[in-house]
C-alpha cells in the first residue's frame, strides 16, 4: 500500500496493510479539518501473486466531528465611527471562522453575540447591536459624543452549532464632529501692562477651552468694543482639546504710553473666538467672547524735562559766595508729570566746587572766582528723577569771568643774573614784567620799576635801578646798575628787591626780588693748609673709600681747573686724582692713622709746590656696637645764617 500517511518509517504512517488478509487498519488518530487535516485520503493497494500484479485506488472519507470553535482570524478589529453617526448606522463587520464540515448538520454555522458591550451611562441602554447571522455592528442609540467618551472596546462572541465558542475584541474610535462651541477660560482678562512692552510683546495669552479637535479657531478683537480696541489685536495659536489649550496672543498694534492721558485711563474692550475658522463668525452658535480690562502701568521711560537748558552769564572775578546766578526748572513727565526732580552739578564740569545748587535748582556761587585761574566754566546741572533706575537730564550754565585787577606784576625774566666780579660799573640787568590780569582793560602795562626804599643799605651802595618806559615794546622794563666792580669773596650773591607797579587803578604794587650771583675770578693766591679725615668701617665692600679732595686755602672757589696735585710722599693703599685733587683710599686698608702730604699748583696764579696735608683716622666697627646705635638723618644742605652788620 502507498498514499497519503504512507510512510517509510512505519511509526509515522496512519495506515497499516494485513498482506496476507488484505485488510487496512488505522493506526492514529485521523483528523479531517483543516489546517493540518485532510477530508480524503487516497491510497493505492497492490496484488500480487508473485507474478502477476493488481491495483486498486482506496478513498477513505473521514466524517465530520464537531471538534473545532470557530475564531476570529484578527484577535482585535478597531474601526473609526463618527459621533453624530445615527441610530442603526453600521459600526464594522466581523467574521469568525470554523473548520468543520459546513454540511455536516450546524457543525460550522456560527451566530454572533456581543458579550461585553459597551453601555450608555444616562439611560443604561446598549450602545451597539449586532446582526447574529452576518456579524454585523450598528449603534443601537443615537448619538455617540467623543467629547464624553472617545473610545469603545466591545467583545464579539461567535458560537457554531455544536454550542462551541470563540471571542474577539472590537475597538471602536469615535470620531470627532465640530459639535462643541469654544468659550474662553475666564469670562474677563485684568490686566496690568508696563508701558515700556512694544508691539512685539505678548501683553496676554488667552486660552479657550473646546474639547473638539477638528476645530480652526480665529481670534479678533470686537470692533467698536470698548475704550482703545483699535489698539490692540489678538493672533490665533492652536490646541488639541486636551492638556494644551488653544490659545490666541493679545498684542498691541501701536506703542502704549503712560504719560498719553488716554492711555493712562486704561483700556477695554472684547474679544471673540470661534473654532470655525474666518467663516465661523456667521454662526453665532461657535462664537465666544470675553472681556479685557487692561491698565498701564507706569515705568521711569522719561527723561526728567528742562524749561530752559542753557544759560549765559558774564560775572566779574570778584563777584562773592552766595550770588544767585539762575534757576534750572525740570519735571518728570512719568508718574503722570507728579515724578519728583533733584538737582546736582557735575563733579568734573566744576572741579574748583565753586558753584552749588539748591532743591528748587537754583544755582548759586559758593566759591571764589578767579579769571586767572579759568576765565570760562562751563557747569552742567544734573535733574534727576526718583525712579529706580533713575534718569537724568542735563542743562548747561556757560559762566564768562571778567578780569579785576587784583594781581601785581611779577619778574618775567631774567629772575636771576650773573656777573664777574671785579668789572666795574656795569649794567646788571634789564628786568622785564608780566601780570596775569587782563591787559585789554588796563590792568597790566606800562609798568614801572625802581629800587625798593626799604632795600638793604649795602644793596643801595651796590646797585641803582632806572625805568625804561619804552623798553619791551613799550611795557616798560627796570634797567639794574652796578655802580662799582663787585667782589665775589666778599659777597657771592646779592638780593635786589625791586618795586614794580602795574597801569591799573588804583594800581597793585609789590616786591619783586633779583637775585644777583657774583662769578669768581682766580684773583686770589693759594696757602698750605691741612685737614683731618675720619672713616669708619662696618664691612668692607671691595670699593674705593672716598675721602674729599685734598685741601689748600684758597679764596677762590672756581678755580680748580687751574689747580694740579701730586704726592709729596707716597702710602700704599691710598690713590690721588692728579687733576682734581680727589683722594680714595683702599677698602681693606687696616685701622690706623695715616699722614698723607701732597704737592699743589697753579698755574693761573704761578705757583707750584704748596704743601697740603691729610690725616687720615681709620676704624673698623664691631656690628654690635652698630646694632645699638641711634641713626641720625643728616640733610642735604646745610645752611649757614650771616647776620649782616648792622642788622
Not at 495 to 510: E, N, Q
Not at 617 to 623: E, H, K
Request: proline share 7%; aromatic share 6%; with cysteine.
Amino acid at each position: 500500500v502507498e498514499g497519503n500517511g504512507i510512510f517509510n518509517n512505519g511509526s509515522r504512517s496512519f495506515f497499516a496493510l494485513d498482506t496476507a488478509a488484505g485488510t487496512i487498519q488505522v493506526l492514529r488518530p485521523l483528523d479531517r479539518d483543516p489546517p493540518h487535516g485532510r477530508a480524503q485520503w487516497r491510497l493505492r493497494v497492490t496484488a500480487s501473486d508473485g507474478e502477476l500484479e493488481a491495483h486498486t485506488d482506496v478513498r477513505v472519507n473521514l466524517k465530520d466531528i464537531n471538534d473545532n470553535a470557530p475564531y476570529f482570524p484578527s484577535h482585535t478589529t478597531t474601526t473609526t465611527v463618527s459621533e453624530d453617526t445615527p441610530k442603526g448606522a453600521s459600526v464594522v463587520q466581523v467574521k469568525a471562522t470554523d473548520h468543520d464540515d459546513p454540511l455536516e448538520a450546524d457543525n460550522a454555522q456560527v451566530t454572533y453575540s456581543l458579550e461585553k458591550n459597551a453601555v450608555d451611562e444616562s439611560s443604561g441602554s446598549a450602545i451597539f447591536s449586532i446582526d447574529s447571522q452576518l456579524g454585523l455592528i450598528t449603534t443601537a442609540l443615537c448619538c455617540l459624543d467623543r467629547e464624553k467618551t472617545q473610545r469603545y472596546t466591545i467583545q464579539v462572541v461567535a458560537t457554531d452549532g455544536g454550542g462551541l465558542k470563540g471571542t474577539g475584541t472590537v475597538v471602536v474610535e469615535v470620531g470627532d464632529v465640530n459639535d462643541v462651541p469654544p468659550r474662553f477660560s475666564r469670562p474677563e482678562w485684568t490686566l496690568d501692562v508696563c508701558e515700556s512692552l512694544t508691539p512685539d510683546n505678548v501683553l496676554a495669552t488667552l486660552t479657550v477651552v473646546d474639547n473638539d479637535v477638528s476645530n480652526n479657531f480665529s481670534f479678533r478683537v470686537v470692533p467698536g468694543s470698548g475704550r482703545g480696541w483699535q489698539m490692540f489685536r489678538v493672533e490665533g495659536g492652536s490646541g488639541d482639546g486636551g492638556a494644551a489649550l488653544p490659545w490666541g496672543n493679545l498684542r498691541a498694534t501701536e506703542t502704549l504710553d503712560y504719560e498719553d492721558a488716554d492711555h493712562r485711563r486704561g483700556f477695554r474692550f472684547k474679544v471673540q473666538v470661534t473654532d470655525m475658522g474666518e467663516e465661523g463668525w456667521k454662526t453665532p452658535d461657535h462664537v465666544a467672547e470675553s472681556w479685557v480690562s487692561l491698565r498701564l502701568v507706569d515705568e521711569n521711560d522719561n527723561d526728567p524735562v528742562f524749561s530752559e537748558d542753557h544759560a549765559h552769564l558774564t560775572l566779574p572775578e570778584d563777584t562773592p559766595p552766595g550770588t544767585l546766578l539762575t534757576t534750572f526748572t525740570a519735571l518728570d513727565p512719568d508718574k503722570g508729570g507728579q515724578g519728583g526732580v533733584r538737582y546736582k552739578i557735575a563733579e568734573d564740569s566744576d572741579p574748583g566746587r565753586q558753584f552749588g545748587v539748591d532743591g528748587s535748582g537754583a544755582v548759586w556761587v559758593v566759591g571764589n572766582l578767579d579769571r586767572e585761574t579759568a576765565a570760562a566754566h562751563t557747569v552742567l546741572v544734573w535733574a534727576v528723577d526718583d525712579g529706580n533706575p533713575p534718569r537724568t537730564a542735563t542743562a548747561t550754565l556757560t559762566v564768562n569771568v571778567t578780569d579785576v585787577n587784583d594781581n601785581p606784576p611779577f619778574l618775567a625774566e631774567p629772575r636771576q643774573v650773573q656777573v664777574v666780579e671785579n668789572g666795574g660799573a656795569q649794567v646788571v640787568a634789564r628786568v622785564r614784567l608780566g601780570d596775569p590780569d587782563d591787559w585789554r582793560q588796563g590792568h597790566g602795562p606800562p609798568f614801572t620799576v625802581a629800587l625798593d626804599p626799604r632795600a638793604p643799605q649795602h644793596v643801595a651802595d651796590t646797585f641803582r635801578v632806572t625805568h625804561d618806559k619804552r623798553g619791551d615794546e613799550g611795557r616798560g622794563v627796570g634797567v639794574v646798575w652796578a655802580r662799582a666792580g663787585l667782589d665775589r669773596e666778599e659777597r657771592r650773591s646779592l638780593l635786589v628787591p625791586l618795586l614794580v607797579a602795574d597801569a591799573g587803578w588804583p594800581p597793585l604794587t609789590t616786591t619783586a626780588t633779583l637775585t644777583v650771583h657774583v662769578a669768581d675770578l682766580n684773583d686770589n693766591p693759594m696757602t698750605p693748609a691741612s685737614k683731618t679725615v675720619t672713616v669708619y668701617i662696618l664691612q668692607p665692600h671691595g670699593k674705593p673709600v672716598p675721602l674729599g679732595r685734598v685741601y689748600v686755602e684758597d679764596p677762590d672757589d672756581w678755580d680748580s681747573t687751574s689747580k694740579t696735585y701730586t704726592w709729596r710722599h707716597h702710602l700704599d693703599g691710598f690713590f690721588l686724582h692728579s687733576s682734581t685733587g680727589d683722594l680714595t683710599m683702599a677698602p681693606d686698608t687696616p685701622d690706623g692713622r695715616y699722614e698723607l702730604g701732597f704737592l699743589v699748583s697753579d698755574i693761573s696764579q704761578g705757583q707750584t709746590d704748596i704743601e697740603a696735608n691729610v690725616t687720615v683716622q681709620v676704624t673698623a666697627l664691631d656690628p654690635r656696637d652698630v646694632m645699638d646705635a641711634t641713626p641720625l638723618t643728616l640733610a642735604t644742605e646745610s645752611h649757614r645764617v650771616v647776620r649782616e652788620e648792622g642788622e
